[in-house]
């Protein structure tokens, strides 16, 4: 008789996760590996976010929490969704979760029923797939082309959509990727789900404001989505915040609800300290944090010059986050080092043992052709990192 349930036996090891164990395993070793796995700005909480913790600490804050957030930093929320994404989200509206990935178990829990179906445009964020699974539902891979900057086109989505499909999940910007949808893109699939009612979108917007292109457009934003779409967000990447562990929704009333209900059971409320901050965060001006969106802009324009150079890697130009997606693929069958290349993964680790870099497969964001590189390190880093791959590989 097993143990464990089959519910944890046939769930996947996050690969980012995995990948950075490994990379600090080898730094244990005394090897100089250079991370470029996960997905972290490497700035500091900004002060002005850390004194507002330490406040909340003086002024006693160390009781339990509501569940779905305090009142006050709901009502933060509700204003930075009006300010930021013209969205009018009421209190009933919002909860607030350990984590945006808290908040998107959450979603699944309470709308997937068994054998339901969730559209996801390939490359996903690596969680998404088995976030679904564990509740029950089955992702519905659909594939993307980099040479469309990997967005889902309204074909693609009509032909996706089966009498079981419950939802689609989606990230703009997008992890792995770092593409971004535009307000025009996002109406055209607005377009086709018209046909089909009863399916909820998903909107990860966690990476909101690492955008170069201009304005972020939001799902909800179209009066015919608004009460089928939730709203994801969070402190975690344009903040600075990935430790803190807050997220938020803004959904319709009823799966709101049922997320407090959910939640209620399993975790309770968020941490009261990380709240405190968070509500200063979000109502000072995006303007406080733009320093590293400038410089994510700068090191995206310099990996991508480095990585020009690499003989097989091909690229596109992400539009936001701060990660690079190249296709790998032209190395797969090849030997390197007495290695045999096959496939991402091995591409990956290949370069985590040989180049001393630790790279993430895009297997495990849906996309086996691709690796994924986080530029979210110093300029100093990427240049060598980028040269010690230049290097191995050539």
């Not at 808290?102 to 996903?124: F, H, K, S, T």
């Not at 797939?129 to 074909?155: A, H, M, R, W, Y």
């Not at 939802?167 to 535009?182: F, L």
């Not at 690229?315 to 090849?334: C, H, L, R």
Request: net charge negative.
């Amino acid at each position: 008789m097993n143990l464990l349930s089959d519910r944890v036996l046939n769930m996947s090891t996050s690969a980012t996760l995995a990948m950075a164990a490994k990379a600090r395993e080898l730094k244990a070793e005394g090897k100089d590996i250079i991370g470029l796995s996960l997905g972290e700005p490497d700035f500091n909480t900004p002060d002005f976010i850390k004194e507002a913790a330490k406040q909340a600490i003086d002024d006693n804050y160390n009781s339990y929490t509501p569940v779905d957030g305090y009142v006050e930093l709901k009502e933060a929320i509700i204003t930075k969704f009006k300010r930021d994404n013209n969205l009018d989200y009421t209190l009933p509206q919002i909860v607030v979760s350990t984590g945006a990935k808290q908040a998107l178990a959450n979603v699944a829990a309470v709308i997937l029923n068994v054998g339901d179906e969730v559209i996801l445009p390939c490359p996903y964020w690596v969680s998404y797939s088995d976030i679904v699974k564990v509740n029950g539902g089955i992702p519905v891979e659909v594939k993307t082309s980099i040479e469309n900057d990997f967005k889902l086109t309204p074909q693609q989505l009509e032909a996706a959509i089966t009498p079981r499909t419950k939802m689609i999940w989606y990230s703009s910007p997008c992890n792995p990727s770092g593409s971004v949808y535009s307000k025009e893109e996002l109406r055209s699939l607005a377009d086709v789900l018209q046909k089909y009612p009863n399916i909820v979108v998903v909107s990860d917007e966690i990476y909101e404001h690492i955008n170069f292109v201009g304005d972020h457009a939001s799902m909800a934003q179209f009066d015919d989505m608004y009460n089928r779409t939730v709203t994801v967000n969070g402190v975690s990447k344009a903040f600075a915040m990935t430790g803190w562990r807050i997220g938020y929704i803004g959904a319709p009333t009823e799966i709101a609800r049922a997320c407090n209900k959910m939640q209620g059971q399993v975790t309770s409320g968020a941490n009261c300290i990380a709240q405190r901050a968070v509500i200063t965060a979000l109502t000072e001006p995006p303007s406080r944090v733009q320093f590293m969106i400038d410089e994510f802009k700068l090191r995206r324009e310099l990996i991508l010059k480095l990585l020009n150079n690499v003989e097989g890697f091909k690229t596109n130009e992400p539009e936001g986050a701060f990660y690079v997606f190249p296709d790998v693929s032209f190395y797969f069958g090849k030997t390197i080092k007495g290695k045999s290349i096959n496939n991402a993964t091995e591409l990956s680790l290949f370069l985590l043992e040989h180049a001393n870099v630790a790279t993430v497969t895009g297997e495990a964001f849906g996309n086996p052709n691709c690796i994924r590189i986080s530029y979210a390190a110093s300029q100093e880093q990427i240049i060598e990192a980028i040269r010690r791959i230049k290097d191995v590989l050539s």
